[in-house]
Each structure stands twice: as C-alpha cells, then as structure tokens.
C-alpha cells in the first residue's frame, strides 16, 4: 500500500510538471504603459494626430456654460496644451487633420439643418468658425456621417438622409466650399445608409460602410463616388437594423468590420473579409463592440462595452480582460459603472494600443474620460486564460499520465511479489 500511495504522488508531481503550462495557470496579456483619467469631462471624442498624438474634445462640466476644451497629449499621454474657447458651446463629433491645423465639426442639421465648423492651429490657436446651412427639411431627416477630403478652402461631408414620410432614405456626398459658403456638387446613393468613410489612397476612391435593407453593408466607391463592388451579410440578419459602424484594414489586404444587430437585445457582430469584400469569417458578441485594432498579423483587439477581447486570425476568442482591471484611480476604479460614449481604439507608437473611453460614474450623471497605452504581449509568452484552455491537450496529457501510471503500479507489483517470495 506504501508503494502505491508513493507511486501516485510521483506521477502527480510529474504530470503537474511536465503538462503544459497553458493547461495549469494563467497570466495578464497586457501591460499597461500609462493611464490618465480626466474628470468632470464630458461627451468626449478622440482623435489621432499625425505626430503620432493624440487631441481630445469635451466640454469640462465644472464650468457653465460647458465650453468646448481640446486637450492635445504626446505618445506618452504627456500633456502638450489644453485650450477652452469661450465663443464656442458645442463639442465637436468629427475631426480631420490638414497639414497646418485641426478642423472640427459638429452636426446640428437634424434640429436646425445647420453644420457648425471649427478650424484652429496645431497649438490650438483659434483661427475661424463658420455655420454652414444646408436647410432644415421637414421630409428628411439628416445627420453627417463622414468629414474628408480637405484642402485649403473645400471639404466633403458624407450626409445620411431619412425620409420622415416616405420610409426611404439615401446617403449623400457634398463638397462645400467653406471659405464662401457655397455648395460645389453632390453625389447621391439611393437606399444605404453610410456609417464609415474610409479613403484608401490619393485620389483613388473610397471604402464605405453602414446598413442596406437592414442588412450590414460594405462597399468600395471610385473617385466619382460610383460603385465598384458592394456586399452585404444577409446571415447575420435579426428582427431590427442591422449595419457596420466601424472599418478596421487588416495587414493581409481585408477588413475587420464591426457593427450591431439592434433586434437583437444588443449583439454587436465581427467580420472578417479579403480585399474584396468577400466574408471569411464571423463572431458575435452579447454586447455592443464598438472599436477594433490589428495587434499582429491575424490577431486582433476588439473593444465592447466594458472589455478588452483578443480575437484570433479564425475568430477565436482567446481571453477577455475587463476596463475597470487597469484604472490606476480608485475612485474611478469604484465608481466605473457604465460606457457614457463611443469607445475608440487607436495604434500606438511601436507595439502600443490605445483606448480612449468616456464613462459614467455611479449614482449621478457624472462623466470622466479615461486614456490608456497598452503593450499586448506575444502570442507565445502568454498563458491563456481558463475560458481557452486547449481541453484536448489536456486529455492527452491525462491520458498518457493514466497509462504510465499503470504501466508503473503493474512494474511495481511484480517485483514486489518477486522479492517477497
């Protein structure tokens, strides 16, 4: 009986070691590189600037009226300036770098059809605002979804249409010219509603994005904004509309498209797709998705309303990691109840993402902003957590445990009847 009570502890001992070590314990994928937190800061937007920065908009609720401030930070989440304008009380929902300045815009057309336009320089110097009219329309309902190709006295504007009595709607591309307030042409696209405007190349056209006949839709558009190609996922149908809200380039030449199924109490939707369009794989996720990044060839982040999630080059979750983990503020950290805003993702300087996310605090209708780097560890230096453990190698190592530990007991047996003859 001391044999084989020695026996097993010798095997367990040796299985516990030898088995790998994904199967037994866990560890952190992410190392968080900075934190900050900006308080009393609401309806925030982020936007990354080409040196590699980042430039924050919100208005500072301890003031009122709530005037629009900027905040631009370094890389590191060092602040750089932070600017209050008094003249202006709206804060902005788009904004586009040129190459000496920060234009920003706020959509006002559904209520009083006007687009309201702010230009300041890279120190956040003011240097004009303009409101652009386009008229109030009581058969269309209108909203700006996309501000681009800007030059030094005209920008595009991607304006969604909905017609109020009608049922129909059509997104629309206008270019104005800002500095004498006319309208040069337009370009209209009858039945979709464009969410994303993505330019992929210098005069080349665009990618586009958003919902047709309640279906997610994605589309690749000319110079002329004619239509070269268009897809739509019709297996990811629900009973309400359903749309892509996010474009994310993959590094093989596809697309990782984001978007909701608001029939469906909340699930948000991931798609994977070539060059073209064409789906290569898809996920769903009990929870709205709102952002997403490439972390490594076939890996990618995607940002729901409350987590972190790792998803593989197949559409595997790998492990799934919650905000409220890397708040550096306990106060924040105690009171981080619910996402107040649009969670954005970003890429970091060399192997860093950042996440920027407006939210609620507990009890009242306090907003805050929290901005965060991360450094995603290798694919091979972290231990997976218990919610992927590979089961199957973990029956293997068992299995072979098993027949060891037998194959050992029947040795053990022999030649303890040998020697005791």
């Known amino acids: 009986m001391k044999i084989n009570v020695l026996v097993f502890i010798m095997l367990f001992v040796g299985l516990f070691l030898a088995a790998p070590n994904s199967v037994w314990a866990q560890s952190d994928p992410l190392e968080l590189q900075w934190s900050k937190t900006y308080h009393e800061y609401g309806f925030a937007s982020v936007f990354q600037t080409f040196d590699g920065g980042f430039l924050i908009a919100g208005s500072n609720l301890t003031s009122f009226p709530e005037y629009l401030t900027l905040i631009k930070i370094?890389?590191?989440?060092?602040?750089?300036?932070?600017?209050?304008?008094?003249?202006?009380?709206?804060?902005p929902a788009l904004m586009y770098e040129t190459d000496s300045s920060y234009l920003l815009l706020h959509d006002n057309l559904a209520t009083y059809g006007i687009v309201n336009l702010l230009k300041v320089e890279f120190q956040g110097n003011f240097e004009w605002s303009k409101s652009l009219f386009f008229g109030r329309s009581q058969a269309f309902t209108q909203y700006v979804r996309g501000l681009f190709d800007v030059d030094a006295t005209s920008c595009v504007l991607s304006i969604f249409e909905s017609d109020a009595r009608g049922g129909g709607y059509r997104s629309r591309f206008m270019c104005y010219d800002v500095y004498n307030e006319v309208l040069l042409w337009t370009k209209s696209i009858e039945g979709v509603r464009v969410a994303v405007v993505l330019p992929f190349g210098s005069d080349e056209g665009y990618y586009v994005a958003g919902s047709q006949d309640k279906q997610p839709w994605f589309a690749k558009l000319n110079s002329n904004y004619e239509i070269i190609w268009s897809r739509t996922y019709d297996t990811l149908s629900s009973s309400g509309l359903s749309g892509v809200s996010s474009v994310i380039p993959t590094i093989d030449g596809g697309f990782l498209l984001g978007g909701f199924l608001s029939g469906s109490g909340g699930v948000?939707?991931?798609?994977?797709?070539?060059?073209?369009?064409?789906?290569?794989?898809?996920?769903?996720?009990?929870?709205?998705?709102?952002?997403?990044?490439?972390?490594?060839?076939?890996?990618?982040?995607?940002?729901?309303?409350?987590?972190?999630i790792c998803v593989s080059a197949s559409g595997k979750v790998l492990w799934v990691e919650p905000f409220s983990k890397y708040l550096e503020d306990p106060v924040s950290l105690a009171n981080f109840t619910y996402v107040r805003g649009v969670v954005s993702a970003f890429v970091g300087e060399g192997d860093s993402v950042v996440v920027a996310i407006p939210f609620g605090v507990s009890g009242d209708y306090t907003s805050c902003l929290w901005v965060a780097s991360f450094v995603v560890k290798s694919s091979s230096s972290v231990v997976v957590n218990s919610s992927s453990i590979d089961y199957a190698g973990v029956v293997c190592v068992v299995g072979v445990g098993v027949g060891v530990f037998v194959g050992v007991l029947t040795y053990l047996k022999k030649r303890y009847r040998l020697n005791s003859v």
């Open 74 to 91: 370094n890389s590191d989440g060092e602040m750089e300036w932070r600017k209050t304008y008094s003249e202006i009380t709206w804060v």
């Open 268 to 308: 948000s939707f991931v798609v994977k797709t070539d060059g073209d369009g064409m789906g290569v794989w898809r996920w769903k996720h009990d929870s709205l998705i709102y952002d997403g990044v490439e972390i490594e060839r076939g890996q990618y982040l995607v940002f729901s309303s409350s987590d972190l």
